[in-house]
């Protein structure tokens, strides 16, 4: 009898010295020592008695959570304070199924670990340390998740699913720690969601340009889909495909996406005055192909006329571009014509049928020369590009008008280019 008695009153001692060790805690923690609070708190769940004591982990996350509100800690202490306080809470009510201690306070501790782990991500941000930044949005965005999973409701603050926000905010942390592929999958949150607006063009630009490079033609063609009806407005969708299928260095398979795509936008100069360059460039550019492509300079005369048709007013680059396709074109004819010295009836032919042609070719080619310097006449400063072009298409029709035998027309183009000079 006398031993029961004695383990009897040795179990009412020990809780007795559990409640006055959280008692005393809970002074420190009222008259705002959280140094010391923590400390004991950490020695308090030490014990292997106390270690299941709900009380104590609910003491403990409201001690971290404080104490990281502390100026003078640094703030790799700060994010791991607060990180130890949201898994000191959740241990608090692992083990109290009934939850009393986070009921009682509506669980705001939660909520205020949300808006701390946010506020560091942006301080880390602007000093520039990305990895923390990262560390820290993330961490929001855990905590976050955590409350709507357990379905928190407060009446300070709604809380999203999809918070584009601070998915925002991860990306670009991660995107300045060098973290690509983690960008990418925050990123894509928002794009799966078809969120859009001014805010958000970026994120499927960047990555259109991700899986470009990547070469990830399903995941490129699945984000251009969606961004074009998004965002029609944007060229870059275009400018990205093209860039995709240009990596190959398959000419035609180019030619092709640029016939597609001029297809698809018939209005947009910047996409034919594109396809005109790559086809010049391959017609008179290093690998240069003999004259008899005239099927293919005849569809680059068409191409240039598209891009002519959408030039907006103050833009002559694709008249220019045209007068350069005809004077090469018109030369390479004439070059081929007078190659020709057999006399046999089909040779004769054919070398008057070439000079017919490169004729032709002249006479276009003084329209759009013509045209363009007339618009750069009538400017009344010229950048350095335009003094340029403007040189090259007076020596076309000097040139031109020399071999026409019009001494008058030469001469007075002649005049025109002598006057450039001294501009």
């Known amino acids: 009898m006398k031993k029961m008695v004695f383990l009897a009153l040795a179990m009412v001692s020990t809780l007795s010295v559990l409640a006055q060790d959280l008692d005393q805690i809970n002074d420190m923690m009222g008259a705002s020592k959280f140094r010391e609070a923590k400390a004991a708190i950490d020695k308090y769940l030490q014990d292997p008695k106390k270690a299941n004591d709900a009380q104590g982990w609910y003491y403990k ?38 939850d009393v201690y986070l009921k009682l306070e509506t669980h705001l501790s939660y909520l205020d670990l949300y808006y701390g782990f946010y506020d560091l991500g942006a301080k880390e941000f602007n000093v520039k340390k990305y990895d923390a930044a990262l560390d820290a949005f993330k961490k929001a965005n855990d905590v976050k998740d955590f409350i709507l999973a357990k379905k928190y409701t407060y009446d300070q603050a709604n809380l999203y699913v999809l918070d584009t926000s601070l998915i925002l905010n991860i990306a670009a942390a991660a995107i300045n720690a060098k973290k690509e592929d983690e960008a990418v999958s925050y990123y894509k949150k928002l ?10 063009r970026d994120v ?23 961004a074009k009806k998004l965002y029609p407005e944007s060229e870059l969708w275009t400018e990205i495909e093209i860039r995709s299928v240009a990596k190959s260095g398959d000419k035609q398979a180019l030619f092709a996406k640029y016939e597609e795509l001029v297809a698809q936008n018939p209005g947009n100069f910047t996409l034919s005055y ?48 045209m007068a350069n396709h005809q004077y090469n074109m018109s030369a390479d004819l004439l070059n081929a014509s007078n190659a020709i010295k057999s006399t046999k009836p089909d040779d004769v032919k054919k070398k008057k049928d070439l000079k017919a042609l490169a004729d032709k070719s002249m006479d276009e080619c003084i329209i759009y020369a013509d045209k363009a310097a007339r618009f750069y006449e009538g ?32 001469a007075e183009y002649e005049k025109k280019n002598a006057a450039a000079d001294k501009l």
């Open 204 to 226: 499927y630009e960047y990555l259109a340009d991700y899986y470009s490079k990547k070469d990830d033609q399903a995941s490129l063609k699945a984000i251009l889909d969606k």
């Open 61 to 98: 996350g409201r001690i971290y959570n404080a104490l990281s509100r502390d100026s003078s800690i640094s703030q790799q202490e700060l994010y791991t304070l607060k990180n130890d306080a949201f898994q000191a809470f959740q241990k608090n009510q692992a083990l109290d199924q009934k």
């Open 274 to 321: 594109n396809y005109a360059i790559e086809m010049y460039n391959s017609l008179y550019g290093k690998e240069a192909k003999s004259v008899d492509n005239m099927a293919e300079k005849n569809k680059l005369t068409d191409v240039i006329k598209k891009s002519i048709d959408n030039e907006k007013q103050g833009d002559i680059m694709a008249t220019v571009l």
């Open 379 to 410: 400017l009344a400063t010229r950048t350095g590009g335009q003094k340029a072009n403007y040189k090259i298409v007076l020596g076309y029709l000097i040139d031109i008008y020399g071999l026409k035998n019009n001494k008058a027309k030469a």
């Open 191 to 200: 794009t799966d969601a078809n969120v859009a607006g001014k805010d958000f």
